[in-house]
């Protein structure tokens, strides 16, 4: 009878367990940033997100009930490929889409968007509800 030897994964090892990879944690491989900060203040939930080359006119921001949306999408155009003396000529395509369900109820008339620096800032005020209130303590 052979003696079979197992590998940590609990198959036969034809290799040594020094020829297989290992990773310290699976989560640093398969993470990759999302470019997009949340945080609230009293009044209002504030999402920046990172959109650097993106002109204002190819950013579309939308909230849907409590989602927030938004995509980019900017292509050179050919007036601005004739304006160049081309060494090398491929077209030129950026395009994205940053989706989170916000973390409160908020008021979706009142939400203001603005670009500036290649990070687009979106303030959604909270509904009355949401917003913290101090409670007046009564004596008895």
Do not use: C, H
Not at 10 to 15: A, D, M, Q
Not at 74 to 96: D, I, L, M, N, P
Not at 117 to 139: C, H, M, Q, S, W
Request: no cysteine; net charge negative.
């Amino acid at each position: 009878m052979a003696i079979v030897k197992w590998n940590k994964w609990g198959l036969p090892s034809v290799f040594g367990d020094d020829f297989w990879p290992s990773f310290p944690r699976w989560e640093e491989i398969t993470e990759t940033p999302s470019g997009m900060d949340i945080y609230e203040t009293d009044d209002a939930i504030v999402v920046e997100a990172q959109v650097p080359g993106i002109k204002e006119e190819n950013l579309e921001v939308t909230l849907e009930g409590n989602i927030l949306t938004i995509k980019a999408e900017q292509t050179e155009s050919e007036e601005e490929k004739k304006k160049k003396k081309a060494v090398y000529k491929s077209t030129r395509q950026t395009s994205f889409t940053y989706s989170t369900s916000l973390p409160r109820v908020v008021d979706a008339e009142g939400a203001s968007a603005e670009i500036e620096n290649g990070v687009v800032k979106v303030t959604i005020p909270k509904t009355e509800a949401e917003k913290p209130r101090k409670l007046e303590i009564k004596k008895k």
